[in-house]
């Protein structure tokens, strides 16, 4: 089975521009989340959506939005960037909605590293 | 909020030392905790997770944690390690009384384990 795929695997933008990174979950899953990594510190969670519906929303400015499709896939998207947006941006897919407990399975991809020039 | 604190940084050791590294989070409430580990040039994997029952945890790879309440710790081990366990290693906790559930996770340490 694939695993999270996410593209691209590498970005460069300048300040100011727009970005769209896309991730497709493990087959069966209907939960995606986005985290961002910025070099030297943990994953920060940005958004979940299950079921195409946003579940969660991290501490971000409204510059970031999201969205799922009808086949689970979803797009990230960052508007004016900043130069403070240069980080690793994972996506992890689960079969649920993420919650802990047993069950509990995260998947994470290997990420878009987006350089902010 | 939550938060995770990973107080070592940076770990440097030789092959077959034992390893313990730190984890502390800050939630009064019912959590589940996981370590997730990344290797170089690989995505981040499951280590282990507590969720309820017994506070000692084994994982893959000979890894395991122990869950301190009382201590807001969950410090994971490892009696020996290999060369190929060089990674780094995130804590992480989801609050299990809240209707948000997201990983907080740690800044993460860095391991290195020398031949």
């Known amino acids: 089975d694939a695993g999270v795929t996410q593209s691209p695997t590498h970005l460069i933008k300048t300040r100011g521009q727009q970005v769209t990174l896309r991730c497709s979950p493990i087959s069966g899953h209907k939960s995606v989340s986005w985290y961002q990594q910025v070099l030297g510190q943990g994953p920060q969670f940005i958004f979940q959506?299950?079921?195409?519906?946003?579940?969660g929303r991290g501490n971000f400015p409204d510059r970031f939005s999201a969205r799922q499709f009808p086949n689970y896939s979803s797009e990230l998207n960052v508007n004016a960037l900043l130069l403070g947006d240069s980080a690793l941006y994972l996506c992890a897919s689960s079969p649920n909605r993420t919650g802990g407990g047993r069950n509990e399975k995260l998947f994470f991809g290997s990420g878009t590293q987006l350089s902010v020039l | 909020a939550q938060s995770v604190s990973q107080h070592n940084h940076h770990v440097i050791l030789s092959e077959a030392a034992s390893l313990e590294l730190g984890c502390n989070y800050s939630y009064g409430g019912t959590v589940n905790l996981f370590w997730y580990v990344q290797y170089p040039g690989q995505h981040l994997q499951l280590l282990l997770k507590y969720f309820s029952g017994d506070p000692l945890v084994k994982g893959i790879k000979g890894f395991e944690a122990e869950f301190i309440k009382s201590k807001f710790s969950f410090n994971l081990r490892k009696p020996s390690v290999q060369w190929s366990d060089t990674a780094e290693y995130f804590c992480a906790v989801i609050p299990m009384d809240t209707g948000r559930r997201a990983l907080t996770f740690g800044s993460g340490t860095r391991l290195q384990v020398q031949p």
């Open positions: 959506y299950y079921e195409k519906e946003e579940r």
